[in-house]
């Protein structure tokens, strides 16, 4: 990833959709293969294919919980490219960056108190001890 290419939000809003995905891809080092893709998806689809690093780090905590929450619907599984192209998604980020619940993670995908955020094979919202308690067993003692 090409830090240095990043603009600023405003430099970024200032572009037409073409400059845009053409600057994220360059940022992101796509080949030019995947270039074309790219603008394809983003110009006349209006995918993203390069979600922000906040978001990306978002989703691999507390986003599929707070989704789960606020939508009703089970999102693990879902990766964070196509998490970040549904509006009820979007919907969910926008509200917990408005709440500050997005404060901790750095725009550069790291957490300020911890080391790069990775992908995680395996939904965090939906695992024991999350935030439900688990069932009795039969070897459980009473």
């Not at 978001?55 to 964070?80: C, K, L, Q």
């Not at 024991?128 to 009473?142: E, Q, V, W």
Request: aromatic share 8%; glycine share 8%.
């Amino acid at each position: 990833m090409r830090k240095d290419l990043i603009p600023t939000m405003a430099e970024f809003n200032a572009m037409d959709s073409k400059e845009q995905i053409a600057t994220l891809c360059a940022v992101h080092e796509c080949s030019e293969k995947i270039r074309k893709i790219h603008r394809e998806q983003y110009v006349n689809r209006r995918w993203n294919p390069h979600p922000p690093q906040r978001f990306i780090a978002w989703w691999a905590g507390d986003g599929p919980e707070h989704s789960y929450r606020n939508t009703g619907r089970a999102w693990d599984g879902v990766s964070a490219v196509v998490a970040f192209n549904c509006e009820a998604v979007r919907e969910v980020y926008r509200e917990a960056k408005s709440y500050g619940l997005t404060e901790d993670l750095g725009g550069d995908g790291e957490r300020t108190h911890g080391g790069p955020v990775e992908a995680e094979p395996t939904n965090r919202a939906l695992s024991p001890g999350r935030h439900d308690p688990l069932l009795p067993t039969a070897s459980t003692p009473f």
